[in-house]
């Protein structure tokens, strides 16, 4: 059974509050990919993920979802905040296999110069850790 539109973008926005990433693995499938435009190459696997994901969500000083639509076996949602003194704003698409865990994500972000540097901050960060 499918999880519902409001549960499955509330799992999702709400995956971040917990520090231990352990919401984050509830919701995500092993083998999940992380890709953007903010990236060189795919990050596989739950772990990675999740360490990237969470040292991207440090880089902003402010960030909104503030669209959503649900077509079955994605989740689009639309967000807008602000990060390294620039508007920045983009959408994520999920991709969920049949049981509901989500097996891809896929970030965008614009404009260009906001991603540039959101860019170059991540893997400033990510090289450091």
Same mark, same amino acid.
């Not at 990433?21 to 999940?32: D, P, T």
């Not at 639509?69 to 602000?82: M, P, T």
């Not at 999920?94 to 540039?116: K, M, N, Q, S, Y």
């Given at each position: 059974?499918?999880?519902?539109?409001?549960?499955?973008?509330? *799992?999702?926005?709400?995956? &971040?509050?917990?520090?231990? %990433?352990? @919401?984050?693995?509830?919701?995500? #499938?092993?083998?999940?990919? =992380?890709?953007?435009?903010?990236?060189?190459?795919?990050?596989?696997?739950?772990?990675?993920?999740?360490?990237?994901?969470?040292?991207?969500?440090?880089?902003?000083?402010?960030?909104?979802?503030?669209?959503?639509?649900? *077509?079955?076996?994605?989740? &689009?949602?639309?967000?807008? %905040?602000? @990060?390294?003194?620039?508007?920045? #704003?983009?959408?994520?698409? =999920?991709?969920?296999?049949?049981?509901?865990?989500?097996?891809?994500?896929?970030?965008?972000?614009?404009?260009?110069?906001?991603?540039?540097?959101?860019?170059?901050?991540?893997?400033?960060?990510?090289?450091?850790?």
């Amino acid at each position: 059974m499918s999880t519902p539109p409001a549960d499955r973008r509330q *799992a999702w926005t709400g995956a &971040f509050a917990d520090p231990s %990433g352990a @919401a984050f693995k509830a919701i995500v #499938a092993a083998e999940v990919t =992380l890709t953007g435009s903010v990236f060189d190459t795919p990050t596989v696997g739950v772990d990675a993920v999740w360490k990237t994901m969470r040292t991207a969500a440090s880089i902003y000083d402010d960030l909104q979802f503030t669209n959503f639509y649900d *077509a079955s076996d994605r989740l &689009f949602l639309e967000w807008e %905040g602000h @990060a390294l003194g620039h508007d920045i #704003a983009g959408i994520t698409v =999920l991709r969920t296999r049949d049981d509901g865990a989500i097996v891809e994500v896929r970030i965008h972000h614009r404009p260009l110069p906001a991603l540039l540097a959101f860019a170059a901050e991540l893997d400033r960060r990510l090289t450091a850790a």
